[in-house]
């Protein structure tokens, strides 16, 4: 079993619509949740971060962790062509600065 | 955000030769980098960690003296595949840190070995 696992998708979705992203995770010392997202052959920036359990907005975005349940979950709302992407999920232990675990990603295409 | 370069960002080359890879910090002075490698529908798995000045840390089941890492300053690490042959083709990411929350991504390097 993977420690991360995040569904690879593709998710394809129309412009305006609210777009649910998830991963589960079976390692309980993992504390730090990120999400990123990842344009073709370029490399992961950073969106949303979070520590321990809790909900956490910035504009279209909200990044959801249920430690009890090993369940992560980023919401976008409005979602926009300029949106399509791959979300990656990451998590740590100790922080940024250390050891990161993704998830396969999930290929989001939100069309006109 | 914080800029970090790779170079080349695309390299093809003969089974048996060695590749470099560079990593660099443009903006800030990194004390810790990652170099991770994805491979196609696959997540972006951590190879090493380097702190500048020391010896990288590797990850279990990665070859040391197949992936050699280098943090030579502050701003720079280098990886470099030696004897590549084409299971090493792949999606070479590297990270850099500071202080704070987040490793800064490099752009990646496409590493095809024929």
């Known amino acids: 079993q993977k420690e991360v696992e995040q569904d690879p998708g593709p998710l394809s979705v129309p412009e305006g619509a609210i777009v649910s992203l998830n991963c589960t995770y079976s390692?309980?010392?993992?504390?730090?949740f990120m999400w990123y997202r990842q344009y073709s052959r370029k490399g992961p920036e950073l969106l949303m971060y979070t520590y321990s359990s809790g909900n956490k907005e910035d504009g279209r975005f909200t990044a959801q962790v249920d430690k009890s349940s090993k369940y992560i979950s980023l919401f976008i709302r409005d979602s926009q062509p300029s949106d399509s992407a791959t979300y990656l999920c990451?998590?740590?232990?100790?922080?940024?600065?250390?050891?990161?675990?993704f998830g396969t990603g999930t290929q989001l295409k939100v069309e006109l | 955000g914080a800029v970090v370069s790779q170079h080349p960002s695309r390299v093809i080359c003969k089974s048996g030769t060695s590749v470099k890879i560079e990593c660099r910090s443009l903006d800030f002075q990194a004390t810790t980098m990652f170099w991770y490698r994805q491979f196609p529908k696959q997540s972006l798995m951590l190879m090493a960690t380097?702190?500048?000045?020391?010896?990288?840390?590797?990850e279990q089941g990665v070859e040391k003296d197949k992936f050699l890492i280098n943090h030579a300053s502050l701003t720079l690490s280098t990886l470099t595949v030696t004897s590549a042959h084409p299971e090493d083709s792949s999606f070479y990411i590297c990270?850099?840190?500071?202080?704070?929350?987040?490793?800064?991504f490099g752009p990646g390097t496409r590493l095809t070995v024929l």
């Open positions: 990270s850099a840190y500071n202080r704070g929350l987040e490793q800064f």
């Open positions: 990451a998590m740590s232990e100790a922080g940024g600065g250390n050891k990161l675990t």
């Open positions: 390692n309980s010392a993992f504390q730090y």
């Open positions: 380097s702190n500048e000045g020391s010896k990288a840390t590797y």
